[in-house]
């Protein structure tokens, strides 16, 4: 699940972004590293396995159950980008407190396969290289990512829900951006635990109790899986 080397970082990017991602992190960083990662990747992983599971049950043409794990995969997607989301949002909030934010590589482009995180990428690169200070790079870089998840999300809940009820017009283009947008989350889940590793590195006992605290609504977020609620549907596409 977590990314081996910082993803974005290319050999002209400042040195410091992989070392950081290399290095280890003491233990009182560490473990709050592994608190907020935990259920985030938890969220990701039962979003994926009830995915993987609506696109097997397509192939093998149980099209009712397929529609049923599409809109179980959409509600864990909804709860998944709720908790990545709230990572991003505390990392920007509660940086603007401290008198230095990590160095960030920008998003790639061609790390992205689908159209708006996509453009999205290229104008975030874009911005990255005009503008050289680290503070607004490191806020540019979260705010992207904080708008991709939030834009994906709803471009999955939307293909998912027309899956679903069985009003596609192109019902291969449909399942076709759920993987995609599928790929694409997991490149944003992987760019933030860089910076987020990056970002806990010098934060002190005080500082990391006080971002635990305001992190704590990411654990309220509830990760059950929900039970299928889609009414029968016929078996036509």
């Known amino acids: 699940m977590r990314p081996s080397s910082p993803y974005g970082a ?38 994926s396995v009830a995915l993987d599971e609506a696109f097997a049950r397509r192939d093998r043409a149980e099209l009712v159950c397929a529609r049923e794990q599409v809109s179980m995969s959409a509600e864990l997607l909804e709860r998944f980008a709720l908790r990545l989301g709230a990572i991003v949002g505390e990392m920007g909030e509660y940086g603007r407190r401290l008198p230095g934010v990590p160095a960030v590589s920008p998003l790639r482009a061609e790390f992205f396969r689908g159209e708006a ?17 680290s503070r ?6 979260l705010a992207a990512l904080r708008k991709i998840v939030a834009r994906l999300a709803a471009e999955f809940a939307e293909a998912a829900a027309e899956i679903a009820e ?48 305001r992190l ?16 029968p549907l016929s078996t036509s596409t």
């Open 10 to 47: 290319s050999r002209q990017e400042p040195s410091a972004v992989q070392q950081d991602w290399r290095a280890e992190l003491a233990d009182p960083n560490r473990q709050l590293y592994d608190r907020i990662v935990s259920p985030v990747e938890s969220a990701y992983g039962m979003m």
């Open 117 to 133: 995180a996509h453009s999205a990428a290229t104008w975030g690169l874009l911005l990255h290289t005009l503008v050289p200070a």
């Open 166 to 213: 069985g009003s596609c017009v192109d019902p291969r283009l449909r399942w076709s951006q759920l993987e995609e947008i599928h790929y694409d989350l997991n490149t944003c889940l992987c760019e933030t635990l860089v910076v987020l590793k990056s970002f806990l590195r010098p934060l002190s006992g005080a500082e990391l109790g006080a971002l635990e605290l």
């Open 136 to 141: 607004w790079r490191f806020g540019n870089k």
């Open 216 to 231: 704590e609504k990411i654990h309220a977020v509830p990760v059950e899986t929900p039970q299928p609620d889609v009414a």
